[in-house]
């Protein structure tokens, strides 16, 4: 019978099936943060429980490290001591760790890609949402919460029923300054943030085809923001390429062996998915949010949109909040929206890519006088990656600040926050309310798109610049 | 895990779409290494204002309200991140059930591993128990017969058979997969051979 990438991947991982249909299901690898790692490990040792495969556990610290000077250590105390605990549970129970001075540390969704730890056709879980990012690889990749987190070091399994499939296939060419990051937003925005709950979505279509292992990570990345359990893409030999000669990559003969099965892994035709959606690839323009939720998104030639128009009552509620809370008035053009700071970075486009992009736009620019605009990048090799190429140069020459890797002013659980009120244009992935500081305004787009924001003091059209 | 069983109580009504995350636990609040002690930050910026003091209009800080054991929202409720740290803080304050159109999955899924029950209805039904709340009626959820008594309304609900089981007897999850053990131990050394490089 023909199956999906998703079904391959489910029936090569099912330990036992209980006659209710609930599995038991095979977790490959498990990456850990020191955020909602502490209780799992503390519920272990509670039990007098062991981690059960240790090789397939990887640790790092990101949520709360700073994006300063890192030898003046973490000033939050419990910041630090969450690391510190992280630290500790690492040492006992026999982990590899990234440490804060370690050039590998990043991201934990940055580092598993990097390190070839991430593979095709495994199933990956981290306490993390934006562990969706890994589906890139073709990888079954979900986020969990901490008592799965005990779950799967104590058993190496989760308890799971299949989830239903939806295929989003973005077909034909993309027009100029179309981004990986802007197809996401146009599909959260299509079919809503709650659009992919209980699916896997797989993405397929010459568009997805076409784009480098790092804008696939970007549109796994906010899967989650459309509600999906996961995303998936076929790996191709643009995944190969990638993973090759990367240090936890498969060696030698077991590299051909791989092989051999991810190439086996691509939904097979005619394989039926409970949801297929078709988008046209020259529909997409560059994106913005408005609101506070992923959904709340417009191309960047669009107006701020009056509730008045809406006739469900609940969504018109939550726009007339969401208005109130950012700020904006119905029919303001959204390049007229002026900005106080640019952060560009995260999981979501927090790769060498990503910088890139983001300093072509500004090389020989300056940051508006108003704006305050920093780099953070994923991952320690991607700042010594970018230092390689001077694009460092480049940003702090516009007037950016270079910072040190991490989660940072995606979420603001280390010193990086917005005060209230203050507009940020952003390339993470959430623009709820709070959530970059309280009282905080997001507005997701680009890199480019950032970096734009960042030169004009305004959202602003890339193609016009 | 406690037992959930019956439960009655006047619930209080939050009738917003998209309630996420960030929003029932702000981030200041997952610096902890603990489980506990999180109701002090649940819903902390609707809650309470710039100086820490609680929002008089907000339903939570309203008699009777500050005692229901039974939260009823909007749609798509607890979308955003996994973490546990937002059914902790339910929980904490003593929320012990959810009703709500639907549920983000990993929201919905950790709150059965603290003996949390999530109900999904539709929204009319919805809407009559967010009117109920209004009103400062109580509603009883009976897990064991699936239904919702609320005054001569009653409606049913769904729920996984395991999900309902582990809740009424306050079954960990954990120890129940260590008892396929065996399971897990072949599927291992299958695993090594067909797959070394795993």
Redesign the interface.
């Known amino acids: 019978m023909a199956k999906t990438l998703f079904e391959k991947i489910w029936d090569a991982h099912v330990?036992?099936k209980?006659p209710?249909g609930?599995c038991?299901i095979?977790i490959?690898r498990h990456l850990i943060h020191e955020?909602?790692s502490?209780?799992a490990f503390?519920g272990l040792r509670m039990?007098g429980?062991k981690v059960?495969?240790i090789g397939a556990t990887l640790a790092v610290a990101d949520?709360?490290v700073p994006t300063t000077d890192r030898a003046l250590g973490i000033k939050?105390p419990?910041?630090k001591?969450?690391i510190e605990?992280l630290e500790q549970n690492v040492e006992e129970f026999g982990i590899t760790y990234f440490g804060m001075s370690d050039k590998r540390q990043g991201i934990v969704h940055i580092i598993g890609p990097e390190q070839g730890f991430t593979q095709p056709g495994?199933t990956i879980v981290c306490?993390?949402?934006h562990?969706s990012t890994h589906g890139a690889f073709g990888a079954l990749a979900?986020?969990?919460?901490?008592?799965?987190v005990?779950?799967v070091l104590?058993?190496?399994?989760l308890?799971q029923?299949p989830a239903k499939t939806m295929r989003i296939t973005v077909e034909g060419d993309l027009h100029d300054c179309v981004t990986a990051k802007d197809i996401v937003l146009h599909i959260i925005g299509l079919i809503g943030?709650?659009g992919g709950?209980?699916y896997v979505i797989e993405y397929a279509g010459s568009a997805i085809r076409n784009l480098s292992m790092e804008g696939r990570m970007t549109i796994c990345n906010m899967s989650?923001e459309a509600?999906a359990?996961a995303g998936l893409i076929a790996p191709d030999q643009t995944t190969f390429e990638y993973i090759k000669g990367r240090p936890m990559a498969?060696q030698g003969d077991?590299?051909d062996?791989?092989v051999t099965?991810w190439d086996s892994l691509p939904t097979d035709d005619g394989a039926l998915f409970d949801k297929e959606i078709h988008i046209d690839a020259n529909d997409i323009a560059p994106s913005v949010t408005w609101g506070t939720?992923p959904q709340d998104v417009l191309p960047i030639t669009g107006v701020v949109p009056d509730p008045e128009n809406e006739s469900d009552p609940?969504?018109k509620?939550?726009m007339i909040?969401a208005l109130d809370y950012m700020g904006l008035t119905a029919g303001t053009k959204l390049t007229d929206v002026m900005i106080d700071k640019v952060f560009i970075g995260s999981c979501t486009n927090g790769r060498i890519e990503d910088l890139r992009a983001a300093s072509k736009i500004v090389l020989g620019k300056k940051v508006a006088a108003h704006v305050q605009a920093m780099i953070v990048p994923g991952s320690g090799l991607v700042k010594e990656q970018a230092e390689r190429e001077s694009l460092d140069k480049i940003f702090l020459d516009a007037g950016f600040e270079w910072r040190e890797p991490g989660c940072s002013l995606c979420?603001?659980?280390n010193e990086d926050r917005l005060n209230?009120g203050e507009r940020c244009a952003s390339t993470s992935n959430?623009n709820?309310?709070?959530?970059q500081g309280?009282g905080s305004r997001t507005h997701l787009l680009s890199p480019a798109m950032a970096a734009a924001a960042a030169i004009t003091g305004k959202l602003t059209d890339i193609r016009k610049l | 895990m406690q037992p959930f069983v019956k439960l009655t109580s006047i619930p209080a009504p939050l009738p917003l779409i998209n309630i996420d995350t960030d929003m029932i636990i702000p981030k200041q609040f997952l610096r902890t290494i603990k489980r506990t002690g999180l109701a002090s930050g649940l819903f902390f910026e609707m809650r309470f204002d710039d100086h820490g003091v609680p929002k008089p209009d907000f339903v939570l800080n309203c008699d009777p309200y500050t005692s229901s054991t039974i939260l009823v929202a909007g749609d798509n409720f607890g979308c955003g991140s996994s973490r546990e740290h937002a059914p902790w803080a339910l929980l904490d304050f003593g929320i012990r059930c959810i009703i709500a159109p639907s549920y983000s999955d990993i929201f919905f899924n950790n709150c059965f591993k603290n003996g949390i029950l999530p109900i999904a209805i539709p929204q009319e039904q919805v809407d009559a128990l967010l009117k109920a709340g209004s009103d400062q009626k109580e509603i009883t959820i009976d897990l064991d017969q699936q239904k919702i008594v609320c005054g001569n309304d009653v409606y049913d609900f769904d729920i996984d058979p395991f999900r309902k089981q582990c809740l009424m007897n306050g079954l960990d999850d954990i120890g129940l997969t260590l008892e396929k053990e065996s399971y897990i131990s072949s599927y291992e050394e299958k695993r090594a051979e067909e797959k070394p490089w795993l």
């Not at chain 1, 979900?142 to 799965?148: A, D, L, V």
């Not at chain 1, 104590?154 to 399994?157: D, G, I, N, Y």
């Not at chain 1, 709820?432 to 959530?435: I, S």
């Open positions: 330990v036992h209980a209710d609930t038991l095979y490959d955020v909602t502490p209780q503390e039990a429980r059960r495969n949520h709360n939050d419990e910041s001591l969450q605990t495994m306490g993390d949402s562990t979900f986020g969990i919460g901490t008592s799965e005990e779950h104590a058993t190496q399994t308890i029923k943030t709650a709950t209980g989650i509600g359990r498969p077991d590299w062996r791989a099965w939720s609940n969504k509620a939550a909040r979420l603001g659980m209230a959430r709820f309310e709070g959530r309280r």
